[in-house]
Each structure stands twice: as structure tokens, then as C-alpha cells.
């Protein structure tokens, strides 16, 4: 069903010498295929069967901009901005090589030295797969990420099912510990939904990213979307090269679980199957579980 539709939104959007659309594998949210064209090269196409509003194609186009002019990371080009549909301009698969991640740690730490920001959030709300990123502007990254990244998942009607109220709690008391448990680090530009399936590669092979959900905060929220979601072997190399160019402290591998909540929780509110993203969540939250003594 993915091609035939994919193809008519592209002929009612305007791409009328599209002739074909072979499905693609790897998005969550959207339904996405790439299109031959009668007198063109292919792009690659995605839409909802229901978008969930009308700018969450506008706002990952205007992400992919952000991410390549203030960050001067290879994205895809934009050709097409719709309610309902997004064209891109092809990338390739990345290559499975040690060499291509080193690099892709030079773009990564690149994009976080090089962007900082005096302030967490971003102008307007975006998204994070089918559900608005809410980016108000925060002067304190701890009480951004508290309350714009982990309980702003509360209230989801998948995570309210998932999640008993000890776990809720156990939640809050995690949230008003984040100055202990984390270091303060600055706002930069992050992608914001980095793991492996987007990262791909240009036509000369240097890294390239796609599906972003940007703001500024912290640069280890990407860095633990990616420890955190099974990366390839190839890529055991980027986290050092990553840290050494960031001068991350011995520290910041314990610091990934806490981080990703933000990533388990909204998967856990997407989608019936969340991957064990309910399990990871009662993993992490299980020391918070009992209020401390005196």
C-alpha cells in the first residue's frame, strides 16, 4: 500500500514525472520510499497516512537548514515542502568502515563546539516522531531537560499504562537529583534523534544526517541516543574520537542511561511494541525508587 501512496502524494504535491515509488525500510513514523522520476534523478519521499499537524514536515526541513548552516553538517536538500509529504534529494548508505565513524566524530563534535548557546530550547516546538517537541526557552539545562525532555512524557496515555505510579514518582525524584547526577554543560545544537538509521553518507562518502528533531541542549543527548541504540561495530571507534575532541570526562558512560530516558519514554509513548523501552526505564529509575533517608 506504501507505493501507491507514496507516488500520489507525490503527483498531488506537484512531482508529476515521478513514475515509481520502491518502499523504504527504516523510518518509525512516516511511510517513506524512494521515487524514479521521468526526467530527473531519484529523491526520496516520505509522508503520514495522518500527519499529526500541519508543520511537521516544515519543521524537519527547517532542522535539516539549521543543522547544515549552523553546523555545517552534509544534509540531504530539500526539494519539496508539504502538509503531507517531503522530498529529499538521495544520499547513499554509509559504508561499514572504522574510518567513516572517525569522521563522522569530527562532524558530531564540530556541530556541539561550534553551536553553544547561552540558552536551552529552540524558537518554536518541532517533533519527535509523531509527538511536539516542546523547546520553550529555559535558562537552566537541568530544569529544561526535567521538564521538557523527561516529564513532559507523563500523561501519555501508553506511558501512564506502562509506568505504575512508584515508577512516576521515582521519575520526579530522578528529575530533582539531575544537578547531582549530571555535570552542567552548555546548550548547543543537537540533532535529536541520532542513532545509526540516520546517518548516511554523500555521494563522496562523507557522513550525512537526516530526520532531525533540533535544539540546543545538551551535545550528550545525541551521544547517548547513539550508545544507547545498538550502533554498529564499526562505529566502537566514534565515541572515543567524539570524546577526545570534546574533552568529555572518564564519567560520561554512566551518564548515558539517564540521558536516554528522554529517547525510552517517547518511544514507550509511540508505539504499541517500545523495544523494552519500559524495561529500560524501570532499570534506570530503580535506585530512585525509594526515597533517601536523613
Same mark, same amino acid.
Given at each position: 500500500?506504501?507505493? %501507491?501512496?507514496?507516488?500520489?502524494?507525490?503527483?498531488?504535491?506537484g512531482?508529476?514525472?515521478?513514475?515509481?515509488?520502491?518502499?523504504?525500510?527504516? !523510518?518509525? *513514523?512516516?511511510?517513506?520510499?524512494?521515487?524514479?522520476?521521468?526526467?530527473?534523478? &531519484?529523491?526520496?519521499?516520505?509522508? #503520514?497516512?495522518?500527519p499529526?499537524?500541519?508543520?511537521?514536515?516544515?519543521?524537519?526541513?527547517?532542522?535539516?537548514? *539549521?543543522?547544515?548552516?549552523?553546523?555545517?553538517?552534509?544534509?540531504?536538500?530539500v526539494?519539496?515542502?508539504?502538509?503531507?509529504?517531503?522530498? /529529499?534529494?538521495?544520499?547513499?548508505?554509509? &559504508?561499514?568502515?572504522?574510518?567513516? @565513524?572517525?569522521? #563522522?566524530?569530527?562532524?558530531?563534535?564540530?556541530?556541539?563546539?561550534?553551536t553553544?548557546?547561552?540558552? #536551552?530550547?529552540w524558537?518554536?516546538?518541532?517533533? /519527535?516522531?509523531?509527538?511536539?517537541?516542546?523547546?520553550?526557552?529555559?535558562?537552566?539545562?537541568?530544569?529544561?531537560?526535567?521538564?521538557?525532555?523527561l516529564?513532559?512524557?507523563?500523561?501519555? %496515555?501508553?506511558?501512564?499504562?506502562?509506568?505504575? $505510579?512508584?515508577?512516576?514518582? *521515582? /521519575?520526579?525524584?530522578?528529575?530533582d537529583?539531575? %544537578?547531582?547526577?549530571?555535570?552542567?554543560?552548555?546548550?548547543?545544537?543537537?540533532? !535529536?534523534?541520532? @542513532?545509526?538509521?540516520?546517518?548516511?553518507?554523500?555521494?563522496?562518502?562523507?557522513?550525512?544526517?537526516?530526520?532531525?528533531?533540533?535544539?540546543?541542549?545538551?551535545?550528550?543527548?545525541?551521544?547517548?541516543?547513539?550508545?544507547?541504540?545498538? &550502533?554498529? %561495530?564499526?562505529?566502537?571507534?566514534?565515541?572515543?574520537?567524539?570524546?577526545?575532541?570534546?574533552?568529555?570526562?572518564?564519567?560520561?558512560?554512566?551518564?548515558?542511561?539517564?540521558? $536516554?530516558?528522554?529517547?525510552h519514554?517517547?518511544?514507550?509513548a509511540?508505539?504499541?511494541?517500545d523495544?523494552?523501552?519500559? *524495561?529500560?526505564?524501570?532499570t534506570?529509575?530503580?535506585? #530512585?525508587?525509594?526515597?533517601?533517608?536523613?
Amino acid at each position: 500500500m506504501s507505493a %501507491p501512496f507514496l507516488l500520489d502524494h507525490l503527483h498531488r504535491a506537484g512531482l508529476d514525472d515521478a513514475v515509481a515509488v520502491e518502499p523504504a525500510t527504516g !523510518g518509525l *513514523a512516516a511511510l517513506a520510499g524512494i521515487a524514479t522520476r521521468r526526467d530527473g534523478p &531519484p529523491v526520496f519521499v516520505k509522508a #503520514f497516512a495522518a500527519p499529526p499537524a500541519d508543520d511537521v514536515f516544515a519543521a524537519e526541513a527547517e532542522g535539516l537548514a *539549521a543543522l547544515r548552516d549552523l553546523g555545517g553538517v552534509p544534509v540531504p536538500e530539500v526539494i519539496l515542502t508539504g502538509r503531507d509529504v517531503l522530498v /529529499l534529494s538521495m544520499l547513499r548508505p554509509r &559504508p561499514a568502515s572504522e574510518a567513516f @565513524w572517525e569522521r #563522522f566524530a569530527h562532524v558530531l563534535a564540530r556541530l556541539h563546539l561550534g553551536t553553544t548557546h547561552p540558552r #536551552f530550547g529552540w524558537h518554536q516546538d518541532n517533533w /519527535l516522531g509523531r509527538r511536539r517537541q516542546s523547546n520553550a526557552w529555559t535558562d537552566d539545562g537541568f530544569a529544561f531537560f526535567a521538564q521538557h525532555r523527561l516529564l513532559r512524557w507523563l500523561g501519555e %496515555p501508553r506511558v501512564d499504562a506502562a509506568l505504575d $505510579q512508584a515508577d512516576r514518582a *521515582a /521519575l520526579e525524584r530522578l528529575c530533582d537529583r539531575l %544537578p547531582d547526577l549530571l555535570p552542567a554543560r552548555p546548550a548547543c545544537l543537537t540533532h !535529536g534523534d541520532l @542513532w545509526a538509521q540516520n546517518v548516511l553518507a554523500t555521494s563522496d562518502g562523507e557522513p550525512a544526517l537526516i530526520d532531525p528533531a533540533v535544539s540546543y541542549t545538551w551535545g550528550e543527548v545525541d551521544v547517548a541516543h547513539m550508545w544507547s541504540t545498538a &550502533p554498529p %561495530p564499526e562505529a566502537a571507534r566514534f565515541f572515543e574520537v567524539y570524546a577526545d575532541l570534546t574533552a568529555l570526562d572518564a564519567d560520561w558512560r554512566t551518564r548515558m542511561p539517564i540521558i $536516554q530516558l528522554r529517547q525510552h519514554l517517547a518511544v514507550l509513548a509511540q508505539f504499541d511494541d517500545d523495544w523494552g523501552a519500559a *524495561a529500560q526505564i524501570r532499570t534506570t529509575l530503580a535506585p #530512585f525508587r525509594t526515597r533517601p533517608g536523613p
